[in-house]
Structures are given as C-alpha cells and as structure tokens.
T-cell receptor
C-alpha cells in the first residue's frame, strides 16, 4: 500500500538555525512528489514538485531534494514567518490517477 | 483573485441537517478534486472530476455524500444527514490535467453539533 511518513512531527528552531524535514515514501511507481505549506485554518499552499531521484528545487530559504526513497525539505536561516505545517504528498502511477497521498505533516515553529 | 475559491468558509450545523459546499476552480483547469482534512492529519482524497465526469470516489465517501460538477465548471459537495464524525475541513483543489500541479482552495470548515 502506498504510504508517506514525515518526520519529525514537530520542530522548533531559533531564527537562523538551519534544519531539514524528512518525507519517506513507499509507492508502486512515483509520478511526482509534492511539498505544500499550510498555515493554521488555511488550505495547503503549493511549494515544489519533484519528479525524479536527484532532482532539486529551491525557493527563497527552502530547498527540496529527492531520492528513490525519501525527500528532504531543507530550511536555511529560517525566519518566524516560515512557521507553518509542511506537508509532503506523492502521486503514483498505479491506482487512481491524480490522487495525492499525504503525510501527516511537520509542524515547524521558528522563534525570534 | 484567480485561485481556487470555496464557499462558505465556515459552517456550523446540527446533526441530521444537510449541508452543501461550493468550489470554483482555477479557470480552464479540467480536473477538480475534493479532499477532507481533520486536525493533525494530512488531507485525504474523496473524489475527483475530469470536466463534468466524476471519475473516482474514495470509500471514505459514504452514500450520504454526493458531489457534482455540472458543465465542468464549479462543483458542489453535499453531505446529507450530517453526523459529528463529518466535522472536518473540506478542501477543493484543481489542476490543468493529469500530473500537473494541484492547487488547493482555503477550505470549508464544517462543525456538526
């Protein structure tokens, strides 16, 4: 069964303290791996899509990388406004098309 | 605003009542999805449409749930005879085609009392 596991569940950082969030996945055939940011009470906001192992994408202080088994979201010198829940999701070739399978997210708190 | 639009943003209803949510996808997006999210969990797939055709329904979608997308534009999600377990955020999303990025709306919060 396709599965996505995110770790840690929660992470508290000081402003400027870089770290990484992990997303491990098991899918029959990966079509894409998505990262979203979600603020409290709001819908997920799209960040990145990664399609193949070795691919990397960057946006401001965020950098996403992908291997055959996991993805990392690296946060460099975070600011308090980066505080949010970060969701990882996979899209597979098997079964229903375009059904994203989400992890439970990592709740990031960046303290000034 | 050209994003996915959902209405209402919040709904409080009594158990047993019917509720309907509306979603307006991004213009020209052929695919429209409904997801459900509870506190501390990631969104769970409910159903999706390719234009006006409903192509898949999750087993999470009981007989009390019905979704439509007439004319392939906006969509409605109706929940009949609501139960307390239906309390959640209902998210609508859209994409241009298969494999393209899926964009989410702000969600519709449902509280069943």
């Amino acid at each position: 069964e396709d599965q996505v596991t995110q770790s840690p569940e929660a992470l508290r950082l000081q402003e400027g303290e870089s770290s990484s969030l992990n997303c491990s996945y098991t899918v029959s055939g990966l079509r894409g791996l998505f990262w979203y940011r979600q603020d409290p009470g709001k819908g997920p906001e799209f960040l990145f899509t990664l399609y193949s192992a070795g691919e990397e994408k960057e946006k401001e202080r965020l950098k996403a990388t992908l291997t055959k088994k996991e993805s990392f979201l690296h946060i460099t010198a975070p600011k308090p406004e980066d505080s949010a829940t970060y969701l990882c999701a996979v899209l597979n070739y098997g079964g229903a098309t375009n059904k994203l399978i989400f992890g439970t997210g990592t709740l990031l708190a960046v303290q000034p | 605003d050209t994003g996915v639009s959902q209405d209402p943003r919040h709904k409080i209803t009594k158990r047993g009542q019917n509720v309907t949510f509306r979603c307006d996808p991004i213009s020209e997006h052929n695919r429209l999805y409904w997801y459900r999210q509870t506190l501390g969990q990631g969104p769970e797939f409910l159903t999706y449409f390719q234009n006006e055709a409903q192509l898949e329904k999750s087993r999470l979608l009981s007989d009390r749930f019905s979704a439509e997308r007439p004319k392939g534009s906006f969509s409605t999600l109706e929940i009949q005879r609501t139960e307390q377990g239906d309390s959640a955020m209902y998210l609508c999303a859209s994409s241009l085609n298969s494999g393209n990025t899926i964009y989410f709306g702000e969600g519709s919060w449902l509280t069943v009392v």
